[in-house]
Structures are given as C-alpha cells and as structure tokens.
C-alpha cells in the first residue's frame, strides 16, 4: 500500500470574534473554543499505480484529507502513513516523494521567472541537471510552457500559471501526486493538457494520483476509482460505473406527444410502474431506474395508450446524481 | 460637503475600529517609547537643573504630549493612497458621489477620533498618573489645544496625502514613506524637542509645516506662553493646515489627469 | 501524441546542442548543491536578484531606511550640545553603544524580516503550505523569502558611529577588537530569538495583527545605558525581554565599566541560547499550523 490510513480525523477549533474593544483583548487570550470537525474517521487504501478521484462539496474535507497526505497539516488522531512515512513528522524527507498543485494558489514565488523558480526548485529537490532538461523537455512538449519560461510568475495568466505549477511540482519526478482542484477555472485546452499530462504520468511512469475536483468530468476521464467524501466521512469509495450503481442508476424518458398531453390516459398508461411522470407543454418527462424498469417495456406501455410523436432516453448526468446523492444523504 | 464629511467620517470609525487589534499594538508600541524617553529625559535631569532654556517637569510634559499625540495624527494616508492608485481603486473612488480630498480627510479624521479614544487620551492619563506629565493649569488651555490637535491632524493628513500623491506620481511609496516619517521625526517635536536645535537651524524649524504637529500643541498643552502670545503658533498651525490642504486639491487634480490620459 | 520534434521550434530551443547540463531554455542551472549551505547561498542569491533588479526601488528604499535610522543620530547630537553627558555617559560613549546596537539591528533587519511576514502572509493567507511542501527548514526558507539587503547601509551607518565614537573613547585591547564582530552577531541572534520566540504567538492566536512590532519597539532600550533606568525596568530589559544584552552588556566592557562585566561574558551564551531555543520552540508551534481554506 502507498497510502494507508485509518481512522484518521481532524478538528479545527473555531470561534466567533467578540465584539468591541474588550472583546478583542480578550480574544487574544482565548485558547478553546468549539471543536468543528474536518475529517471523520477516514479509512483509506491506495496502492501504487492508482488514480483515485476524491469528489464532494465544498467543506466536505477533501482538502484537509489532502493536506493530511502531504504533511502539511497534523492529524488530531488516527494513523496515517504514505510510502511507510508518517507525513507529518517526517515531512522533509515525506515532501521529497511527492508533486503538490493547489488550483486556488501558486507555489512559485510571484516575483521569480519561471526558469528561476524552476532551477531552484531542481536545486532543493537534488534533481540531477540532465534529468532536468529532461523534465523541461516534457514539460514543453506536453504543457507547452516554453515560451512562458522568462516571464515573471506574476505576469501569467491563470492558464499559464497552472501549466506551470503543475510542471514546478513533477520536476523531481515524484512517484506520488496530488492535484487539489487543479483545472479549477481554466479553459477546455489547458484542462485536455493537463489531464492528458496526468494520464500519460501514470501510465508511463506509474506515478499514482490523487485528485480533488467538481468536476466529475475530470473524473470520468482520469479516475478509475472514485471516493465520494462529505462532512468528512467516505460515503462511497469504487469505480465511476460503481459511482453511478450506487447513486442509483437513473434514466429519463422524454416523450413527445400528438397534441395535447391527456393526464388520465398518461396516469392509465403508467399504472403499476415504478416511474415518476413531469409534464411540460406536450412533453412528459419520466425518470426511472435502470435496475427497477427496462426502457423498452416503458415505451411498450406508453405507445399503447397515447399518441407518441418521438422519444428519447437519457443517462443522467453524474454531476445531478452526485448532488441528488448529497441531498438524500443529508436528508 | 456635509453628507461627505459624515460618511466619510463614519467609513473611517468603523475601519478603525475593526482594527483594534492594530490600536492596541499602537498603544503599546507608543507607551514603550514613552517610557524610554521618560527615563532619558528624567536621568538628564538629575545632574542639571534646565536643558536649552527648559527646566525637568517642563521638558518632560512637552516631550510626551509631543510623542503620545502622534498615536492622534499618525496618518496613514500616504500609504492607503498610493496603494490605491498601484492598484487601481482609485478608478473605483472616482465613481462614487464625493469629493475625493474631502472623503479622504473625513475619513482620516474618524480614524483619529477613534485612536484619540482608545490610545491618546488613556496614554496622556496614563503619563499623568505614572511619568509626571503635568495637566494644564489654566483653563482655556482645553479648548486652545483641542483646537491645536484639529490642526496638527490637519497638517498631518496634508502632508501625508502629498506624498501619497508623490508616490503615484513617482511609482514608488516605500522611499518617501520613509522620508515623511523622517522629516516628521526630526522637525515635529514628536522624537526630538525643536529647542535643543542650535539658534538659526531653530528658528529655521520652526516656520516648517512640521512643528505645527507636535511642538506647537505640546508648547500649548505646557502652557510656555500666554493666552494672546498662544494664538501666535496656532495661526501658524492654521495657515500651514489650510496651505497643505488646498495645495493637496490642486494637485490631486492634477493626479487625476495624469491618471486619465496614461490609463493607470 | 505530438511530434517530439514541435520543442525545437520553441522560443527558447535550439540555441546550443543539447547534451550540456543546464543550458537547455537557457536555464543556469548547474544540478544539485554539493552541500545544504551551497543551497541555501544560491536560494539566498536568488532573492537577492529579484531585489537588485528594481534598482532605482531598492536605493529609495535603501535611503529611507537609513534616513529613519539617522534621525538618532540628530537627536544625539542636539541633545549633547546642551549637555555634557547623561549620568556619567558621555557622546562618544553613548554614540559607540548606539552604534553597536545599530549595526546588530541593521543585520538583523538583514536576515530576519520575514518574522513581520510570519502572521499575515505564511499563516493566514496560507503560504506556509508552499513552505511545508518542500523539503527545506520552513524559517530558514521564509526568512530567505525576506531577505533585505536594503537594510545593510543602516548596519555601515551603526559602523560609522562607532568609527566616530572611537578617537573619543580610550583604545581597545587587540582581544577587544577580535572579539567585537562575535558580540555584534550575537546581539542579532538576542533580537532574533526574541522575536522569534513571539511570533510563535501567531500559531495560537490567529489574527492578522501582530504583536511584535512592540517587542521590537521595545529593544529600542538596547541603546540606552542600563543604569538610567528604574530597577524593575532594568531587570525587566535583563531577564524577561533581554535586550540589554543585545549592545549594553558588550559595550559596558569596551567603555571601561566593570558593573556589567558578567552580563559581557555571558552576551554570546545568552544569544546563541535565546535563538536556538526559540528556533525549537517554533518548530514546535509549526505544528499547530492550520492551513486556512481547510
């Protein structure tokens, strides 16, 4: 296993600001506060090799998790160790085994050129010179970063920016990466570069990943395994054809009718079938279940009894069914 | 020019206070250096009777009424603006339905009123009971040197908009910071007395916008001179504050402009 | 996949045959440090290019600082045109103790700014994060992050008051002289531990405030001769903020003071202790770091 964890949790404490003047003071010397649970008991098994998708809300603890994995952050308790190291407390040596990109914040220095931060980062990360220009090489051809290497990390675009992050954080190779919303806000391409980079690491370098998204079309692409997090627990953890199983499998039928839709030869229609019917202007939408109903019964029944111009069955959308799934969860 | 000096002012109360963490550093900070120069000032005196004219209580209430009121006009308005102009809000203030000079003022006046609340007046109570800072005796010196602290705020804030319109100007704000609180350091009265200043280089400081700042409203708070000799240094003060605050109008225009046609 | 050939045609490709270590996109890098220290000199080096590159910047702000630090010496000049000395210190001697501890503040504005950088950008705006993911000392990065070589003339400006005070003041021994760069690092190394010590605050107290631009204001006394001071203040300035150690102790000895002289003798202890267990101290409170937006 390269990445083990058990039972791993984390709080934060927070508390309001208190108002006026002594409030402030007193503030100052407040140490307690109220305990806000991050992650909760997290069980998690990733071997090398893996792509592993973490999807959830916003808060749901995917960044915690994260930061966790790569020492940044301390557990509160539980056990947690990547590639037989304690991440925490062996930071120094945990951090030289691994590429870190934060979508949301650059870890170039902003007054730096590229190539600058790149050769110092080659320098603290003891990569050999002709392993570098490999690496630059790569990076070049996949990323297209050549032309951006003497501008000032600053003066990037977002695009750029990231294009170059996640180059600053594979130059010493590592053999494990984490992506914390990395196409966060980016445009169709640089997201296709970006991914395709990825992929091609894992496949030619084995390098395993682990990825932070909304974006389940990200997921779908890169991950063949997927853990879906919420206020801090693993709520599924398998495949994207796992995923869309256990999130119920859901399909709509959008029917198309001659004139005008008749309530009671529809309701007639669909007596006895485990379908729920919507209707619009001389349309009825029906959503159900693969696994309760098969499509070609149900437009069996319809045809029988109403005037169907066209039809059409749809596979919902992951992204509806992952927000459906959160709402049912916390319902 | 009311509704802009009331909103201005109740901007800048509340920013100020959201800042309180900021005002008790500010406290502290300006009470260690009170104390320092309390204890320099106090040994100075234990080996001699007066220094350049001035006797040890004197000197010692002028020394830290000139410092602790600079917790009151301590603007920071050359940094706010020219941070403003780097970074492009002021294209955003421009928008808004005031007088820019005037909004800035009100507003650099709310936040004095809030230090002059919660650090100047308890450090002046605080020298009072603790250091020997003598109150005034006579009482029309209140309302003289309230008056006095509006004007050094006036000047203050006229000085600091200047170099904050400097350093639009010259694209550089952390130099001329630097030089505003040096040339406040040395010629207000706030870190040196002006009066250990040999004869000419004395009377030199003294017609500087500066020692409007602190000496003028220390020299009054320690009643050097009386009332009708008093209204001298205050006219003073009044013309200085009046001069920064027009010259500060025209050349904000002039900023403006130069904004415009260079686009930022 | 692309054509691997495409990287020839970037900008920056193609000007030498590749093959040579480092030359490729006109990179400068030479491959790994041979030692941590070789490292640390080429990130420092790195700073402080960045900094040299906005000249006309860096002299303003070179010159600001060291106006700031000059309005000392106008005071001290003015003052002592009135009077003599204050209890028994006279110009010159004053002058070599202001100088001292100019030249060790100035150095340690040098090397430590990046304490004033510690609450604001690394704890709550989240750049700690960067720091952690790399494996380097986290404050030996953020300090280099923040090196400030603007402030060097101000350390010139603390030696040329000592240069000044000298024809005042009776000769130095030849162990004086040898010994005088050791107290001057030390007292940076008593600012430093100081500080460092409170900026561990910002570990538990998260606010974007902090407080040790008081302690700093405060080791102001350093210039100041102990004795003109009340007694709970003076033992105050030796044992709990311990800044007469950073120039008073030291300077007592070359001004031919015998009351201090153990404060002198112990100075250097005192420094390397003071920095090397704030140092460990805050590595302790590193792990307290909670990454903001988690």
Redesign the interface.
Known sequence: MLIEAHQLRRTFSSFERRQGLSGAVRDLFRTGGQERVAVEGLDLRVRPGEVVGFIGPNGAGKSTTIKMMTGVLAPSSGTLRVGGLEPHRQRQEHVRRIGVVYGQRTQLWWDLAVIEAFDLLAGIFEVPAAVYRQRLELFDRELGIGPLLRQPVRELSLGQRMRCDLAAALIHAPPLLFLDEPTIGLDVEVKRRIRELVARLNREEGTTVLLTTHDLAEVEALCPRVVLIDHGRILLDGSVGELRERLGGWRRLVVELEGEVDPGALSAALEGLPVTPTLTAGQVELRFRRSELSAPLLIQALSARLPVRDLSVEEEDIEEAVARFYGEQRA | MIPTLRTGLALGVKLALAYRFEALVQLLSASVVALLSWSLWTAVFRDRATVAGQDGPGMISYVLVAWLITTFYGSRVDQELAARFREGLIAVDLLRPWDLHLHTYARDLGRAGVALLLSTIPLLLLAGSLLGLKPPEQLWTWPVFALSLLLSHAIGFGFAFLVGLASFRLRNAAGLTHLKATLIGVFSGSLIPLDLFPEPIRSLVLLLPFQGMSHTPAILFTERLPFVQAMGPLLVQLLWALALMLLGRFLLRGALRALVVQGG | M?P?S??VH????GRRP?GQ?????????????RSRLG?WL??AA?RAK?RLAYR??F???A???L??A??AI??LV??F???P???GWSFPEILFLWGMGEVSTGLFFVLFQGLWALNQQYLLR?????V?????DPYGQIMV?HLNLEDLPIVLLGLAMIGWALPGLPAFSLAQWLLLPLFLLCGVLVLAGTLTLFSCLGF??H?????I??VY??S??NR?PLD???RP?QRLLTFVLPFAFIAFFPASWYLGRTEWLLGAAVQPLVGVGLFVGARWLWGRAL?????P??
């Open positions: 692309r691997s495409r990287s970037g900008p920056s490709f590749a270590p480092g030359d490729t996109f006109g990179s400068g890098y030479p491959g790994p440090a490292l080429r990130y790195m960045v006309g910047d002299a303003l702000h010159l600001g600082d106006l700031v000059g309005i106008v005071f003015s003052l045109s009135h009077i000395h204050i209890r989240g750049e700690m994060d960067r952690l993911l790399r494996p380097l992050d538990l107290i606010h974007r405030g902090t407080a631009g008081v204001q405060a102001a006394f100041y003109i001071f009340p203040l792990r307290r770091y909670r990454s937006g988690s």
